[in-house]
């Protein structure tokens, strides 16, 4: 628990990350949804109509730095409180600061970094002073805030989504770092833009990251007689002590990885499909890119050879979603090694191809009037649901209907494996189609 000015004095063996910190709206890089032009957030700012609120985001998006900014409108005392070393008797000594302080006209911004982490009487312990505007409150939290904070706390605090940086958005930070005095303006550096855009990849959406990286390849880059430093790629490769994070995300080794896992996985080999995964995870791949591809595979590859699968995947996904890395990197895993031993089938995906491009070259095909919906009596007496029959209200709970287009009455897109739970789909199928085709005399189906 620390109370500071906006910015306090910056010691001249800062970090690079803290020197830099923005000063003013302008500087501030990203969240250009909030802090645009006429953005939500940046109207509440500059009008000094700030009231509590929660940032959510990952991590080195600016959720301290924007507290700060706020602190500086609105002339508030800002307290930067840690949830992970303070108790009740810190807040309640902190409550009682602002009171005082607010006897005297005086506001308190209290800052609260990962809010997540206080449990249920912690967070309560505020609700009194946000009512009473003793305090704005502004939480900062990297978990989603409607499982992690109060319902209570949350209903009086604005909920703000603050998204990781792109790689525009640090590239334009890292030029920043290069030129402006608080950071190497004073000193020249040789780095390339390549070198430029792999610490921006690395950095995987976090300016910290970034900012981090590029100071110790430059702290550690070669002195050159004039007093510049060069930073070279092999530099900077062990700056980071990785070689695979020269890994470009939208090059061509982005495509043959994932390539690389999602033929893995077809071919039923867990430890090749592992080793993939693990090597685009270590080289600062997004773990959200990779649930939505291990989406895919189980629809594409598995398909209703195993119904788990897809459910499995969408876990994983929504796991990643939750915990970020390092720790989706084993909901991942386990999603890539089940789908890597599960039976395999593309039946889904050739029925799909197979329907889309019928659907493509027939687009404007009716549906059958037997099909349609009558909700008003002239669609009834142009004969829509005429003939319709309720398959629940059938012993064999299907109706001898046709349901696809005249000009298709016989195509099959689906045609199931003998492999997993699919082999039983089959002898449903076969069942199915035999009933229809003896209970529609003189159609035989196209084989």
Same mark, same amino acid.
């Given at each position: 628990?620390?109370?500071?000015?906006?910015?306090?004095?910056?010691?001249?063996?800062?970090?690079?990350?803290?020197?830099?910190?923005?000063?003013?709206?302008?500087?501030?890089?990203?969240?250009?949804?909030?802090?645009?032009?006429?953005?939500?957030?940046?109207?509440?700012?500059?009008?000094?109509?700030?009231?509590?609120?929660?940032?959510?985001?990952?991590?080195?998006?600016?959720?301290?730095?924007?507290?700060?900014?706020?602190?500086?409108?609105?002339?508030?005392?800002?307290?930067?409180?840690?949830?992970?070393?303070?108790?009740?008797?810190?807040?309640?000594?902190?409550?009682?600061?602002?009171?005082?302080?607010?006897?005297?006209?005086?506001?308190?911004?209290?800052?609260?970094?990962?809010?997540?982490?206080?449990?249920?009487?912690?967070?309560?312990?505020?609700?009194?002073?946000?009512?009473?505007?003793?305090?704005?409150?502004?939480?900062?939290?990297?978990?989603?805030?409607?499982?992690?904070?109060?319902?209570?706390?949350?209903?009086?605090?604005?909920?703000?989504?603050?998204?990781?940086?792109?790689?525009?958005?640090?590239?334009?930070?890292?030029?920043?770092?290069?030129?402006?005095?608080?950071?190497?303006?004073?000193?020249?550096?040789?780095?390339?833009?390549?070198?430029?855009?792999?610490?921006?990849?690395?950095?995987?959406?976090?300016?910290?990251?970034?900012?981090?990286?590029?100071?110790?390849?430059?702290?550690?880059?070669?002195?050159?007689?004039?007093?510049?430093?060069?930073?070279?790629?092999?530099?900077?490769?062990?700056?980071?002590?990785?070689?695979?994070?020269?890994?470009?995300?939208?090059?061509?080794?982005?495509?043959?990885?994932?390539?690389?896992?999602?033929?893995?996985?077809?071919?039923?080999?867990?430890?090749?499909?592992?080793?993939?995964?693990?090597?685009?995870?270590?080289?600062?791949?997004?773990?959200?890119?990779?649930?939505?591809?291990?989406?895919?595979?189980?629809?594409?590859?598995?398909?209703?050879?195993?119904?788990?699968?897809?459910?499995?995947?969408?876990?994983?996904?929504?796991?990643?979603?939750?915990?970020?890395?390092?720790?989706?990197?084993?909901?991942?895993?386990?999603?890539?090694?089940?789908?890597?031993?599960? &039976?395999? #089938?593309? $039946?889904?995906?050739?029925? !799909? /191809?197979?329907?889309? +491009?019928?659907?493509?070259?027939? %687009? @404007?095909?009716?549906?059958?009037?037997?099909?349609?919906?009558?909700?008003?009596?002239?669609?009834?007496?142009?004969?829509?649901?005429?003939?319709?029959?309720?398959?629940?209200?059938?012993?064999?709970?299907?109706?001898?209907?046709?349901?696809? &287009?005249? #000009?298709? $009455?016989?195509?099959?897109? !689906? /045609?199931?494996?003998? +492999?997993?739970?699919?082999?039983? %789909? @089959?002898?449903?199928?076969?069942?199915?189609?035999?009933?229809?085709?003896?209970?529609?005399?003189?159609?035989?189906?196209?084989?």
């Amino acid at each position: 628990m620390e109370q500071q000015s906006l910015f306090g004095d910056r010691a001249a063996g800062a970090p690079l990350a803290s020197r830099l910190r923005p000063r003013t709206l302008d500087e501030f890089v990203g969240q250009r949804h909030l802090l645009g032009q006429g953005g939500v957030l940046r109207r509440l700012i500059e009008q000094d109509q700030a009231a509590s609120m929660i940032f959510w985001g990952p991590p080195g998006v600016g959720k301290t730095t924007l507290a700060r900014l706020i602190a500086g409108r609105t002339q508030a005392n800002f307290v930067d409180f840690s949830a992970v070393t303070s108790g009740i008797k810190e807040i309640k000594e902190v409550m009682q600061r602002a009171e005082k302080a607010r006897a005297m006209g005086l506001k308190t911004l209290l800052f609260v970094d990962e809010i997540h982490r206080f449990n249920k009487a912690q967070q309560d312990a505020f609700l009194p002073f946000v009512e009473k505007g003793s305090i704005i409150l502004i939480g900062a939290t990297t978990e989603n805030p409607s499982f992690e904070i109060n319902a209570a706390l949350l209903s009086r605090c604005k909920v703000f989504v603050l998204q990781a940086l792109t790689e525009e958005d640090l590239m334009a930070l890292l030029r920043r770092a290069l030129r402006d005095p608080r950071g190497f303006g004073n000193q020249r550096v040789e780095i390339d833009g390549e070198l430029l855009q792999t610490i921006a990849a690395f950095a995987n959406g976090d300016a910290r990251v970034a900012l981090s990286t590029l100071e110790m390849a430059v702290l550690n880059g070669e002195l050159l007689a004039d007093g510049a430093a060069r930073v070279t790629r092999e530099t900077l490769a062990q700056c980071v002590s990785r070689k695979s994070l020269l890994y470009d995300k939208h090059g061509e080794e982005h495509y043959n990885l994932i390539s690389a896992l999602h033929k893995s996985m077809r071919n039923s080999d867990p430890d090749a499909a592992v080793y993939w995964l693990s090597r685009m995870l270590e080289a600062g791949e997004d773990p959200l890119y990779v649930a939505r591809r291990v989406i895919r595979f189980a629809s594409e590859d598995v398909g209703l050879a195993d119904s788990r699968a897809l459910s499995l995947a969408v876990d994983a996904y929504q796991a990643c979603h939750m915990i970020g890395l390092p720790e989706c990197s084993l909901a991942l895993t386990q999603a890539v090694v089940y789908l890597s031993l599960a &039976p395999k #089938s593309n $039946a889904c995906y050739v029925a !799909y /191809e197979r329907a889309k +491009q019928d659907a493509q070259r027939m %687009l @404007a095909e009716p549906v059958p009037l037997v099909i349609r919906n009558a909700p008003t009596q002239l669609m009834a007496d142009l004969h829509y649901g005429e003939g319709y029959v309720y398959a629940h209200d059938t012993q064999e709970r299907i109706a001898a209907m046709q349901c696809l &287009p005249d #000009s298709l $009455a016989d195509r099959r897109y !689906y /045609e199931p494996t003998d +492999q997993g739970n699919e082999a039983r %789909l @089959a002898q449903r199928l076969a069942q199915i189609r035999a009933w229809r085709e003896a209970h529609a005399p003189g159609r035989a189906p196209q084989d």
